[in-house]
């Protein structure tokens, strides 16, 4: 019995939102919800593209180093989960200042929790 191969789990320049305009358009013609470490606005595409991240962080959260760390446990929370939402979408997550005490096993949490309840997710 031939098992389907693997999902490709890699997180690469065309699945990223760099640019000002790209953040502006999602936050402004998108959907919002703040739950635990992180705020996230995404917007939906169309079938058949590719889920996109972008990831915003303030200095309010702390050093570059405490910056750094938050933008990369968003960014694998995601990574690891990108073939489970419903439809592809854009997204923007926001961190908030609770995530800098945070491990990844609670950044993860509260990163499905919201794509829960915002039912962007797979059950």
Known sequence: MNAAPPKRLRLG????????????????????LVLGCLIANW?????????????????????????????????????LHQHEFVQPVEIILVARNSIAGKDFAGVEKDFLTALHRAKLLKN
Not at 13 to 32: K, N
Not at 43 to 68: C, D, F, H, M, Y
Request: no cysteine.
């Open 13 to 32: 320049r065309p699945s990223r939102l760099q640019q000002s305009r790209d953040f502006a358009r999602v936050r402004q013609q998108g959907e919002r």
């Open 43 to 79: 917007n939906k595409l169309p079938e058949g593209a590719a889920p996109k991240l972008g990831v915003v962080t303030s200095k309010k959260i702390g050093g570059a180093v405490q910056r750094n760390r938050a933008r990369r446990l968003l960014r694998e929370s995601f990574r």
